[in-house]
């Protein structure tokens, strides 16, 4: 008995063996090079899963390794995945063969994070095109225009805070996201809802949309971790029931905005911000449009005009105080600007800052917020790469676009790790290949709000730039270190700067 149970022992493992074998050599039996040390069941996520490294550190160990490979194989668990590391085959993913690839990577659950599921980052089909559809509608042409009007109100506001907070002849430090969140929250309060944003109080209120915006940001090393963890493993959520968004601020969102649209819908008054555009449409397609899905709505312009636009700030204001000769530089550019439109930030005398353009795609290049792109294959479709590699990519693959490290590549940059917005000008910018360059995407998939974004930012450093001195603070590193949790990267002890009148 206890020879036949040792016999069915030995099978067992030889028959599990074989099963591992048949499952981590995919892309071996496909001549593609794959990451080392694929584990059962974990694939190469066990440094992810244990903290050793975050997604973008375990990323950037395999497109360093495989230097001049077009594509690298990696295991997502059990499932298969690729790493592009050729700007072609990203063109072709994001945008010739769109079709192939229309899903994005990273899942939520619709149970655990319902408003956050109706961001079009995470729909698809139908309902990602009439979620982008309304976005698209409030970012362009003349309805910019308007909301830029209500962006000038907050300069104003963030102008008032400032001088209450520095004195003349005084130098003053402050940690820009804290500084920036404020700027951008009052610009999603007033802008996005129409009402009083509270974000330049200098006492606590739980009302202030940079207390919500912190709330809602907040990562605990638990939190980040399993943000790391569920980006390739989603089915987790079904067992954990972690949401990315807060409860209350789910809740706290689908309150304001019940409370916004019906007010709106009686009022004949026009506004300058993102809801009364939404009226606006409404009345245009003779619909109206389901309160979950404002409710979603507002949490996108929410989550991606705080968050990601105050962390772009901060990281532009921050290469400032390290190179004083391009921040005088753009000063100059700015008060030049000013200067022939009475001293007024608008939408057209941003519209003439180039070179602060310029500073600040040279700082997303440097500084990614989102290290990579994940995409979903939903066709069957081939891919060959510039080394000739060649690979019959399968429904169900995840693709990784790995940004942060295609916009440091020696191989696409001169002198890469040089802060030089020179790059950028007119008659060098030419050179640069744009699927090198991923700040806000590409293809039909492009980040909806770049433009709002772009205005906000601008708006903030003009009118930042154009009173106060950026000088180096020494609590904060250079290059900065970033922290492992979560998905966006952050400064482990945050970007501190000194502020002097001029």
Same mark, same amino acid.
């Given at each position: 008995?206890?020879?036949?149970?040792?016999?069915?022992?030995?099978?067992?493992?030889?028959?599990?063996?074989?099963?591992?074998?048949?499952?981590?050599?995919?892309?071996?039996?496909?001549?593609?090079?794959?990451?080392?040390?694929?584990?059962?069941?974990?694939?190469?996520?066990?440094?992810?899963?244990?903290?050793?490294?975050?997604?973008?550190?375990?990323?950037?160990?395999?497109?360093?390794?495989?230097?001049?490979?077009?594509?690298?194989?990696?295991?997502?668990?059990?499932?298969?995945?690729?790493?592009?590391?050729?700007?072609?085959?990203?063109?072709?993913?994001?945008?010739?063969?769109?079709?192939?690839?229309?899903?994005?990577?990273?899942?939520?659950?619709?149970?655990?994070?319902?408003?956050?599921?109706?961001?079009?980052?995470?729909?698809?089909?139908?309902?990602?095109?009439?979620?982008?559809?309304?976005?698209?509608?409030?970012?362009?042409?003349?309805?910019?225009?308007?909301?830029?009007?209500?962006?000038?109100?907050?300069?104003?506001?963030?102008?008032?805070?400032?001088?209450?907070?520095?004195?003349?002849?005084?130098?003053?430090?402050?940690?820009?996201?804290?500084?920036?969140?404020?700027?951008?929250?009052?610009?999603?309060?007033?802008?996005?809802?129409?009402?009083?944003?509270?974000?330049?109080?200098?006492?606590?209120?739980?009302?202030?949309?940079?207390?919500?915006?912190?709330?809602?940001?907040?990562?605990?090393?638990?939190?980040?971790?399993?943000?790391?963890?569920?980006?390739?493993?989603?089915?987790?959520?079904?067992?954990?029931?972690?949401?990315?968004?807060?409860?209350?601020?789910?809740?706290?969102?689908?309150?304001?905005?019940?409370?916004?649209?019906?007010?709106?819908?009686?009022?004949?008054?026009?506004?300058?911000?993102?809801?009364?555009?939404?009226?606006?449409?409404?009345?245009?397609?003779?619909?109206?449009?389901?309160?979950? /899905?404002?409710?979603?709505?507002?949490?996108?312009?929410?989550?991606?005009?705080?968050?990601? /636009?105050?962390?772009?700030?901060?990281?532009?204001?921050?290469?400032? /105080?390290?190179?004083?000769?391009?921040?005088?530089?753009?000063?100059?550019?700015?008060?030049?600007?000013?200067?022939?439109?009475?001293?007024?930030?608008?939408?057209?005398?941003?519209?003439?800052?180039?070179?602060?353009?310029?500073?600040?795609?040279?700082?997303?290049?440097?500084?990614?917020?989102?290290?990579?792109?994940?995409?979903?294959?939903?066709?069957?479709?081939?891919?060959?790469?510039?080394?000739?590699?060649?690979?019959?990519?399968?429904?169900?693959?995840?693709?990784?676009?790995?940004?942060?490290?295609?916009?440091?590549?020696?191989?696409?940059?001169?002198?890469?790790?040089?802060?030089?917005?020179?790059?950028?000008?007119?008659?060098?910018?030419?050179?640069?290949?744009?699927?090198?360059?991923?700040?806000?995407?590409?293809?039909?998939?492009?980040?909806?709000?770049?433009?709002?974004?772009?205005?906000?930012?601008?708006?903030?450093?003009?009118?930042?730039?154009?009173?106060?001195?950026?000088?180096?603070?020494?609590?904060?590193?250079?290059?900065?270190?970033?922290?492992?949790?979560?998905?966006? /990267?952050?400064?482990?002890?945050?970007?501190?700067?000194?502020?002097?009148?001029?």
């Amino acid at each position: 008995m206890s020879f036949l149970l040792t016999v069915l022992i030995i099978c067992a493992i030889i028959a599990l063996y074989f099963y591992w074998r048949q499952i981590y050599s995919y892309w071996e039996r496909r001549g593609i090079p794959s990451a080392p040390y694929a584990l059962p069941i974990v694939g190469h996520l066990l440094p992810l899963i244990l903290l050793r490294k975050n997604v973008s550190q375990l990323i950037r160990g395999w497109y360093n390794r495989y230097s001049e490979r077009s594509m690298v194989g990696f295991y997502d668990g059990m499932v298969p995945g690729l790493l592009i590391r050729d700007p072609d085959l990203i063109k072709s993913i994001l945008q010739t063969n769109f079709s192939s690839f229309h899903e994005n990577g990273v899942k939520v659950a619709k149970d655990v994070d319902p408003l956050i599921a109706k961001n079009p980052f995470f729909l698809q089909g139908e309902e990602w095109m009439t979620a982008r559809k309304r976005l698209t509608y409030a970012f362009t042409g003349m309805r910019l225009r308007i909301l830029s009007e209500t962006v000038r109100g907050v300069c104003k506001k963030f102008h008032n805070y400032l001088n209450r907070k520095i004195g003349e002849d005084q130098r003053i430090e402050f940690e820009t996201k804290d500084l920036f969140g404020r700027f951008t929250g009052e610009v999603v309060a007033n802008a996005g809802f129409g009402i009083e944003g509270f974000c330049f109080d200098d006492n606590y209120n739980p009302r202030s949309f940079h207390e919500i915006g912190k709330k809602t940001f907040k990562m605990t090393k638990l939190h980040g971790a399993m943000q790391s963890v569920l980006i390739f493993f989603p089915f987790l959520n079904k067992f954990v029931k972690m949401p990315f968004i807060p409860n209350e601020i789910d809740e706290f969102f689908r309150t304001i905005v019940k409370q916004i649209i019906q007010k709106r819908r009686e009022e004949t008054e026009k506004r300058n911000d993102f809801f009364q555009l939404m009226i606006d449409l409404e009345r245009s397609e003779g619909q109206k449009f389901d309160e979950d /899905s404002l409710a979603s709505e507002s949490l996108s312009f929410f989550v991606d005009g705080y968050e990601s /636009s105050a962390g772009t700030i901060s990281f532009v204001c921050f290469e400032l /105080s390290i190179h004083y000769d391009i921040q005088e530089k753009v000063r100059n550019e700015i008060n030049d600007v000013l200067a022939k439109h009475g001293g007024e930030i608008t939408y057209d005398s941003l519209k003439e800052m180039t070179y602060l353009d310029q500073v600040i795609s040279e700082s997303q290049r440097l500084n990614s917020l989102f290290d990579i792109t994940i995409k979903m294959c939903t066709d069957a479709i081939e891919l060959k790469g510039y080394d000739g590699l060649t690979c019959q990519v399968e429904p169900g693959t995840k693709l990784i676009i790995p940004s942060r490290y295609l916009q440091r590549d020696p191989k696409y940059w001169t002198n890469p790790e040089a802060f030089d917005p020179d790059r950028w000008s007119d008659q060098r910018k030419a050179d640069i290949n744009k699927y090198c360059f991923l700040a806000f995407g590409e293809g039909p998939r492009i980040c909806v709000g770049l433009r709002m974004a772009l205005l906000q930012t601008k708006a903030a450093l003009a009118a930042l730039i154009s009173k106060y001195r950026i000088e180096r603070s020494p609590r904060t590193s250079y290059p900065v270190k970033l922290g492992l949790l979560g998905v966006i /990267s952050t400064p482990i002890d945050g970007l501190w700067v000194y502020l002097k009148r001029l």
